[in-house]
């Protein structure tokens, strides 16, 4: 971890923390985007090894998230925020043009960066998630009540939920839950806090370390801005008609990812569906990936990505 090191770059009247590898003079940059419950800290093994392969890897933590500044009024942020946070980062660094590799709700911001900057993107990774079109997919809709985004789109609930615990459990539990194959589904009567059996281990692959450093970063953050975007803001997409990624793509899915449970989800990415909207997009399978593939598999994930920034980067 010695190779990555920490700054703070002010884009739109806050300071944004930045995690950052690499040399400057290399093949290219790369833009992480995390997901929730994560932080830049979810990319650290491939933050390492793009750099050792020539790149300049750059990680935020959005406004809101680990050591950034929160807005103003949380409640009131929205993914285009985040987008236009990324963009004047970009700006500020002077970088004209990135690769983005993204992973979660980060697919969905990543995504939204390259249809509307589609210059500034030389390529974009997406993990767990794939584009999905602003109109209402088929499977919208289908999920059921207790479906934890369901339950964190309300307001006041997850705050009641998480309230109970200190951030690192809440941490926990949630890798612990999403770590497994199933959807995340809470009874009528249950929140999503109390799925998790406490003297349930962490995955193997997740150490207590690993635990320790994300409980200190929402212990700074706290869950405000985390539980807005992506849970309760709009989409922001809405308004942009037959909307395609046009740019060189790469979508990796781990097959036992709960997102794949998602009703009508493993057959749109299957079916190939999603390449109506990414024409030039490539699928792997990870068979034993779970939500949170990048972290498991560190080395293989690594070998995906590296394969197709190498391939780009000499096209």
């Not at 979810?42 to 890897?57: C, F, L, T």
């Not at 939920?161 to 839950?177: A, M």
């Not at 390449?275 to 030039?280: R, W």
């Amino acid at each position: 971890m010695d190779q990555i090191e920490h700054k703070h770059v002010e884009v739109n009247g806050l300071k944004l923390h930045v995690a950052e590898a690499g040399g400057r003079n290399g093949s290219g940059v790369v833009l992480f985007c995390h997901g929730f419950p994560e932080i830049w800290y979810s990319w650290r093994h491939q933050m390492i090894a793009v750099a050792k392969a020539g790149y300049r890897a750059i990680a935020p933590d959005y406004r809101g998230y680990g050591l950034s500044d929160p807005p103003t009024v949380p409640e009131e942020a929205t993914y285009s925020d985040f987008i236009n946070d990324l963009h004047s980062l970009l700006d500020v660094l002077g970088i004209p043009k990135v690769f983005l590799i993204a992973k979660d709700f980060g697919s969905r911001i990543a995504h939204l960066f390259t249809l509307l900057h589609p210059r500034r993107v030389a390529g974009i990774v997406s993990l767990g998630i794939p584009f999905v079109p602003p109109k209402p997919p088929p499977f919208a809709g289908q999920v059921p009540e207790g479906f934890y985004m369901a339950r964190w789109k309300e307001p006041g609930r997850a705050e009641a939920d998480f309230g109970r615990f200190d951030p690192k459990t809440v941490v926990r539990n949630i890798y612990v839950l999403f770590s497994g194959p199933d959807l995340p589904v809470a009874e009528k009567d249950q929140e999503i806090m109390d799925m998790v059996d406490s003297s349930v281990a962490l995955p193997p692959w997740f150490t207590e370390e690993d635990l320790a450093n994300y409980g200190s970063l929402y212990e700074k953050s706290g869950f405000r801005t985390a539980l807005q975007v992506p849970y309760r803001t709009k989409g922001d997409s809405s308004s942009m008609e037959d909307p395609k990624i046009e740019v060189p793509a790469l979508l990796i899915m781990g097959e036992k990812d709960y997102c794949m449970k998602i009703p009508g989800m493993e057959d749109y990415i299957r079916s190939g569906e999603v390449k109506v909207y990414v024409p030039n997009l490539e699928i792997k399978y990870m068979p034993e990936g779970s939500h949170f593939v990048q972290e498991q598999f560190p080395d293989e994930v690594n070998q995906l990505l590296l394969s197709f920034l190498t391939s780009q980067t000499q096209s």
